[in-house]
C-alpha cells in the first residue's frame, strides 16, 4: 500500500507537471493517439471479448454493442468534429463593448481523477479517459476491482498509446480510491452508486476539486393502455435482462394500467423464454454472471424479501452460484426492499395502477431516476411524463438507446448525476470554458472612472433612462 501510495504520488507530480503542455497540445497530437487506439481496439477486440467473459461470462456481441461499439463512434465523432470544438469561439461586441474582441476559449481542466464501476468496464473506462484526453486534460484512472482481467487488457493497449504522464490506471478497491481522491485533482469524474458518489462529493470539496458524478437510481418504464404489449414485452425485456440487468439506465420497475398487468406478465414470459430457449440460465453463454457471489445474494435477498412481504413471483427467482434467473414479480409495495433501492440486477417488478395520476405521483415519491421510459401513442400521455417527472432523460417507444446516440448528452439529474458527457457535452464536461477578452481600441470608458463628479453622474442617469434595448 506504501508502495502504491508513493507510485500514486510521483505519478500525480508529473501530471501536473505536464497539465500545460498537454493542455496546449494540437489537434493533430490528440486525434493521431485517438486513431491510433482505435485501431488497437479493433485490433484487440477479441481479447476484450475474452476478458469481459472471464470477468462475468459477458457475451461477446453484447460487449461488441455495449463496450466497444459506442468507445469507437465516439472516436470516429471525434475525427469529425474535435478539431471545431478545440477552437476558440468567436463573440460579438454588443455597444457598451466596442472597442473590443472576445472569445471563449475551451481549456483542458488540467489534471483529472476518473473511477470507475464495473458494469461496463471497458467502456466506462474508455469513454471518460478518450474524452479527457480529447480536451486537453490528464487523467489518473482507477477502475473496479471487480473486472480484473477487463482492466489488464485496457492498460495494456492504453499504455502503448499513453504517456503515464497523459493517462496511468492504478488498480485497488477503496483504499486506492481514497489515497486518489485526498490529491488535489483539478476534477473527478465519477461513475458509480449515488451512495459513493456522495462520498466522492465531500472529498473533492476538501480540494475544491470540480465534479462529475454519473450515478443510478430507480429507472421507471411507464405503459399506456394503447400499446402493443407483444412489441413493449420485447423491447422492455431486452433493455432489463442484458447484461443481466447491471445496466445504469435499465428500466428498474414497471408501472402499467392494472387491467393489463396480467397480460403483460404474460408476454414478457413468452419473450423470456424466446430470448433464452435453454431454461438453464446457469448454463447459458447469452446470460451475463452476476458480478459477485455478495452481489447475486443480494439480488436473491430482494426477491425473498418482497414474498415475504406478499410479492407474488411470475417467473425466475433462482439463485445458482453467480447466475440469478430473470425473475417478474408483482404485488410489490413500498415496504419492501425491492421497492426502495436501485435493483442493478434481473429482477422486473410490475406494478398497476389505475391512472396517469397515480403514475406520475408514484414516480415522483422516487428520488430523480438516471432514465424514464414511456410506450405509448399518445402524446399528451408521454408529455405529461417528460413534463411531470425528473430524471436524466426521457426515451419515449424504446428503452436503452438514449444512452447509445452519439449527439446526445448522458447524465442524471440530482440524485442520479451532476454533469453530462458524450458528443461536444462530454468535450465540454472535461473543459473550462475561459473568456478572453482584449481591448483593441479605447473609446473613452474609462471617462467613467472616480472621481464622480456631476457630470458623469448625469451621463450615467441619461444612459439608463434613455438608452433602452442596449445590452
Ligand atoms: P460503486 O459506487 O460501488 O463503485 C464505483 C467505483 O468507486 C469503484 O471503482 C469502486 O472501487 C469505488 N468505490 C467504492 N466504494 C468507495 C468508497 N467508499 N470510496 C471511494 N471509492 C469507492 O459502484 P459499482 O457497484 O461499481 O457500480 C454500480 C453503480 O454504478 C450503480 O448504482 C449504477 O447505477 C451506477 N452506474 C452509473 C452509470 C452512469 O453512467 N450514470 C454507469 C454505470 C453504473
Request: proline letters at 4%; a negative charge.
Amino acid at each position: 500500500m506504501n508502495n502504491q501510495k508513493e507510485l500514486i504520488q510521483k505519478c500525480f507530480e508529473a501530471q501536473k507537471e505536464h497539465k500545460f503542455k498537454m493542455r496546449n497540445t494540437d489537434y493533430h497530437y490528440r486525434i493521431t493517439k485517438l486513431k491510433k487506439i482505435k485501431k488497437l481496439i479493433l485490433e484487440h477486440k477479441s481479447e476484450i471479448n475474452v476478458a469481459l467473459a472471464a470477468d462475468f461470462n459477458k457475451p461477446a456481441i453484447e460487449t461488441d454493442l455495449t463496450e466497444i461499439m459506442p468507445v469507437i463512434s465516439m472516436i470516429n465523432l471525434m475525427e469529425k468534429e474535435l478539431s471545431s470544438w478545440m477552437k476558440a469561439r468567436k463573440v460579438k461586441a454588443p455597444l457598451l463593448f466596442k472597442g473590443t474582441k472576445s472569445t471563449v476559449k475551451p481549456e483542458g481542466k488540467g489534471n483529472c481523477l476518473i473511477i470507475s464501476p464495473w458494469n461496463y468496464p471497458f467502456q466506462l473506462n474508455a469513454y471518460p479517459v478518450l474524452t479527457a484526453f480529447a480536451a486537453g486534460n490528464t487523467c489518473m484512472v482507477k477502475p473496479s476491482e471487480f473486472t480484473p482481467e477487463t482492466n489488464a487488457i485496457i492498460k495494456k493497449l492504453f499504455g502503448e498509446v499513453f504517456q503515464e504522464k497523459e493517462v496511468a490506471f492504478f488498480e485497488g478497491e477503496v483504499e486506492t480510491s481514497n489515497l486518489l481522491l485526498d490529491l488535489p485533482f483539478d476534477h473527478i469524474f465519477f461513475t458509480g452508486s449515488t451512495q459513493v458518489g456522495s462520498i466522492v462529493m465531500e472529498k473533492a470539496a476538501k480540494n475544491l476539486s470540480s465534479v462529475a458524478l454519473e450515478l443510478g437510481g430507480k429507472s421507471p418504464c411507464v405503459i399506456d393502455k394503447n400499446t402493443n404489449l407483444e412489441e413493449t414485452s420485447r423491447k422492455v425485456i431486452w433493455g432489463k435482462f442484458v447484461n443481466s440487468g447491471q445496466t445504469c439506465v435499465a428500466p428498474d420497475y414497471v408501472l402499467i394500467h392494472e387491467e393489463q398487468k396480467e397480460e403483460f406478465i404474460q408476454e414478457c414470459i413468452q419473450r423470456i423464454k424466446e430470448f433464452f430457449p435453454k431454461e438453464d440460465f446457469d448454463k447459458s453463454d447469452d446470460f451475463s454472471y452476476i458480478i459477485t457471489q455478495r452481489h447475486a445474494d443480494r439480488l436473491f435477498h430482494l426477491v425473498e424479501d418482497a414474498k415475504s412481504k406478499g410479492a407474488k413471483v411470475h417467473y425466475g427467482g433462482e439463485l445458482k452460484d453467480r447466475v440469478m434467473y430473470p425473475t417478474l414479480l408483482s404485488e410489490l409495495n413500498r415496504d419492501m426492499k425491492i421497492m426502495q433501492e436501485e435493483i442493478f440486477g434481473p429482477l422486473l417488478p410490475i406494478v398497476g395502477l389505475n391512472n396517469l395520476e397515480e403514475m406520475v405521483d408514484y414516480i415522483n415519491k422516487f428520488d430523480n431516476a438516471l432514465a424514464t421510459y414511456v410506450f405509448s401513442s399518445d402524446e399528451n400521455f408521454a408529455n405529461t411524463i417528460i413534463d411531470q417527472t425528473a430524471s436524466g432523460g426521457v426515451t419515449v417507444n424504446d428503452v436503452l438507446v438514449a444512452v447509445g446516440h452519439p449527439l446526445l448528452p448522458f447524465g442524471g439529474a440530482g440524485k442520479s448525476g451532476i454533469g453530462r458527457y458524450h458528443a461536444e457535452y462530454g468535450f465540454e464536461e472535461f473543459s473550462i470554458l475561459k473568456p478572453v477578452l482584449r481591448r483593441t481600441m479605447d473609446l473613452g470608458a474609462t471617462y467613467f472612472y472616480p472621481p464622480y463628479d456631476e457630470s458623469k453622474t448625469k451621463l450615467v442617469k441619461t444612459l439608463l433612462d434613455k438608452v433602452t434595448g442596449f445590452f
